[in-house]
């Protein structure tokens, strides 16, 4: 039984131009101890699925549908409020993107950081405090405990988003997400923060779901990468098969679009078109409009996610097949 | 806060208290001549002028000015004409009445509008929203002097329960603090609803969630801290318009405060008085906004190092 798995998943938003489906049957597991990268454009569904694990969806607008989310044996969907709660931080955390809007603005860092354990009601050895200093000085933060009394503003951008990381693992939760947590970094900072949480990894047996869109992140961190396009995924492979023999033609066109320094191409080739319209998604396959491959069939039947080899799936009528 | 912060204050103030007393020197004098009030309709001229002289009114406007502004500046804000003591200590009398009353209205308006601007935040858009919408536009509009005759009517005439006017024990509190709570109180619902709805779509109110904080602790301890501000800041401003006396309020119930002493003064041609009062409360003023400003940086760290 994998650790967390998320099946069928749907979740719709009421919205002033009609009613958006943000995930149309999201689908995929993660084990213990693995990195799996969830990889695609804005809008295509990474950020929701997250707030989907951790009960984060605003209702309204926004409801989940159908679906299950299992995590550890029990069905998270069927779990009152506060029980989600309870799990969240506790056992599943979550790193958002911009800490700056994610840590509180009035309250020091130390304090944030200790929030987790009195919520959890947990008592680490030595105490709360020592508990923080020791996080501080794990993620490399200078001077921890006068930078615990420090405000989020008073910190770099590179040193909030190691303490929103610090937060994160605090109780040693079994699943990590990360929603695109180096995307308002600089890339200095951005390597260091990958070298961060690549550290966790290697530390903890937690399972971690990196989003991102950034393939050089995703080459680096992820063991298995899920392709999402349009509130689907639309192909999973371990990172090596990806970059090396991608099925779907979308996730062709994203490694096409990106520059690449194991390879001699020099071009890159954009994606035609843009991310379709979510509140009027063509019918069939999403991707079928800026598709070389579609054929009459993509506009009329959605294609399943199928196995295409071994641990591997795509949902593609016509998947490329590079021999 | 650092000194020399507060002395940059400080000095401004003095020259604003310094602008202010000026004018009230000049306009006091414009509501008229005191000697006409104060002496019989039939007194006959040499009186008038014995009590001008008496007065110092007889010496020309510059030279009163004068003599006035060097008492000033020693404190001296001579005698009232009609208590017949120092102006000031009349004043300091009538001024601590006049804090009480408007620091328990707003210390009510403030706690009450928190609890209830939150939990309309909370539920924006249900029933519960829209009943505290409809309450708290009621108070905000309502005017003082209407609310404080239908309160002596209903609970003074009408149950007598409360006394109509008067001044003594905490009975003859309620209705005054009711009649200055209302506005302070509607206001301040909309203005924490509106920082309360803003705070909770924040991103740091999602990372609570996602630690594990449970709804009360995600809206009173992660969000609320975050909504203060502009309800301090409108708090203050209140505050200084209340340090000037409950006006109307003070008059119909007959409160002993400063507004009131004020309106009694400047219709008594009480230029000692107005004068003392004036310089009064623009001190109480001076000192209600430095201790906003402290609270401002108590509530938010980041104004702290502006």
Not at chain 1, 13 to 40: H, K, M, P, Q, Y
Not at chain 1, 127 to 150: F, N, S
Not at chain 2, 193 to 214: C, D, H, P, Q, Y
Request: glycine content about 8%; proline content about 6%.
């Amino acid at each position: 039984m994998a650790l967390l798995e998320v099946e069928d998943l749907q979740v719709s938003f009421d919205t002033a131009s009609g009613r958006i489906f943000a995930l149309n049957g999201v689908s995929f597991s993660l084990e213990r101890g693995e990195v799996l990268a969830l990889l695609g454009e804005s809008g295509s569904g990474k950020s929701v699925t997250a707030s989907a694990i951790m009960d984060l969806v605003p209702n309204p607008p926004g409801a989940i549908d159908r679906g299950s989310i299992r995590f550890d044996g029990a069905e998270l969907l069927k779990l009152s409020r506060n029980e989600r709660r309870d799990l969240c931080g506790n056992r599943i955390a979550l790193i958002f993107q911009d800490a700056l809007a994610a840590l509180n603005p009035v309250y020091p860092v130390g304090w944030q950081i200790a929030e987790m354990y009195r919520i959890h009601g947990r008592n680490p050895e030595g105490g709360v405090e020592k508990a923080v200093i020791d996080l501080l000085t794990a993620i490399g933060i200078p001077d921890p405990e006068r930078r615990a009394r420090q405000y989020p503003h008073e910190f770099s951008g590179g040193m909030r988003q190691r303490i929103m990381i610090a937060m994160a693992v605090a109780l040693e939760p079994d699943v990590i997400i990360a929603d695109e947590p180096t995307t308002a970094l600089d890339v200095t900072i951005q390597a260091q923060v990958v070298d961060l949480l690549a550290t966790i990894r290697k530390r903890s047996d937690a399972g971690m779901i990196f989003i991102t869109h950034d393939l050089g992140v995703v080459a680096e961190l992820a063991d298995r990468v899920a392709v999402m396009y349009a509130g689907r995924i639309v192909e999973t492979a371990n990172v090596f098969e990806l970059f090396e023999d991608a099925r779907h033609p979308y996730s062709v066109g994203l490694l096409a679009s990106q520059p690449r320094v194991d390879t001699d191409e020099d071009e890159l080739v954009p994606i035609p078109g843009s991310a379709p319209n979510p509140v009027a998604l063509p019918s069939g396959c999403a991707f079928r409009t800026r598709c070389p491959r579609a054929e009459r069939l993509c506009a009329e039947v959605i294609p399943p996610l199928e196995t295409v080899g071994p641990g591997r799936q795509a949902a593609c009528h016509f998947p490329v097949l590079t021999a | 806060m650092s000194f020399t912060y507060f002395l940059k204050r400080a000095a401004f103030a003095a020259l604003a208290l310094a602008a202010l007393m000026t004018s009230a020197f000049f306009l006091v004098r414009l509501t008229g001549d005191p000697v006409n009030l104060y002496l019989p309709v039939d007194a006959s001229d040499a009186a008038r002028e014995a009590m001008r002289i008496r007065l110092g009114l007889d010496r020309s406007l510059l030279a009163q000015f004068f003599d006035w502004a060097w008492d000033i500046l020693s404190l001296d804000f001579g005698m009232s004409l009609w208590h017949n003591r120092p102006a000031m200590d009349v004043v300091l009398e009538a001024l601590p009445n006049t804090l009480a009353l408007g620091a328990i209205a707003l210390a009510l308006a403030f706690t009450a509008a928190i609890v209830m601007g939150s939990i309309a935040a909370v539920n924006a858009g249900g029933w519960i929203d829209r009943g505290v919408n409809v309450l708290s536009q009621a108070a905000a509009s309502v005017p003082d002097f209407w609310l404080g005759l239908m309160g002596v009517l209903l609970f003074a005439v009408t149950f007598r329960i409360l006394p109509t006017s008067g001044f003594g024990g905490p009975i003859y509190w309620v209705l005054p603090v009711a009649c200055l709570f209302a506005r302070p109180f509607g206001t301040l619902v909309q203005i924490v609803r509106g920082s309360m709805i803003e705070a909770l779509n924040a991103t740091f109110v999602r990372t609570a969630r996602a630690k594990g904080a449970r709804d009360g602790r995600v809206t009173f301890v992660h969000a609320l801290r975050n909504a203060l501000l502009p309800a301090v800041t409108v708090t203050g401003d209140l505050a200084a318009q209340f340090a000037g006396g409950g006006g109307v309020v003070e008059v119909v119930f007959g409160f002993p405060g400063i507004g009131k002493l004020l309106i009694d003064g400047i219709l008594k041609r009480d230029f000692a008085i107005v004068q003392a009062s004036i310089f009064a409360v623009a001190v109480v003023i001076f000192v209600i906004n430095i201790l906003v400003d402290m609270l401002y940086a108590s509530i938010d760290p980041r104004v702290r190092v502006e």
